[in-house]
Nanobody
Framework: QVQLVESGGGSVQPGGSLRLSCAASGSGFRINAMGWYRQAPGSLRELVAS???????NYADSVKGRFTISRDNAKNTMFLQMNNLKPEDTAVYYC?????????????????WGQGTQVTVSS
């Protein structure tokens, strides 16, 4: 199974920036689409941004123009550059990947999740 590890969270003031990273490790896999989700206390987990293996991106309306998602397929990593952060961006951010397992005779797909990283925006 692929393991995803997020990093880069922290506390910033409104208007500040953070860059999240997600690194995938394991063997016998290929990562298809990836995405960042977030969950604030008392709220459902929501999609923030997604990116296909080919680089096509999609953003939640609330982050368009402020966040940028990117990935490095060769290094199995994904990033989320977050600018002009607002208090409502405060949440635990999770990395998600749709994984194709190629380590056996039968290939199969599954979703993998990271453990989450806290982002807090407060003055």
């Amino acid at each position: 199974q692929v393991q995803l590890v997020e990093s880069g969270g922290g506390s910033v003031q409104p208007g500040g920036s953070l860059r999240l990273s997600c690194a995938a490790s394991g063997s016998g896999f290929r990562i298809n689409a990836m995405g960042w989700y977030r969950q604030a206390p008392g709220s459902l987990r929501e999609l923030v941004a997604s990116i296909t293996r080919g680089g096509n991106t999609n953003y939640a309306d609330s982050v368009k123009g402020r966040f940028t998602i990117s990935r490095d397929n060769a290094k199995n990593t994904m990033f989320l550059q977050m600018n002009n952060l607002k208090p409502e961006d405060t949440a635990v951010y999770y990395c998600n990947a749709n994984v194709l397992s190629t380590g056996s005779a039968v290939y199969y797909e599954y979703d993998s999740w990271g453990q989450g990283t806290q982002v807090t925006v407060s003055s």
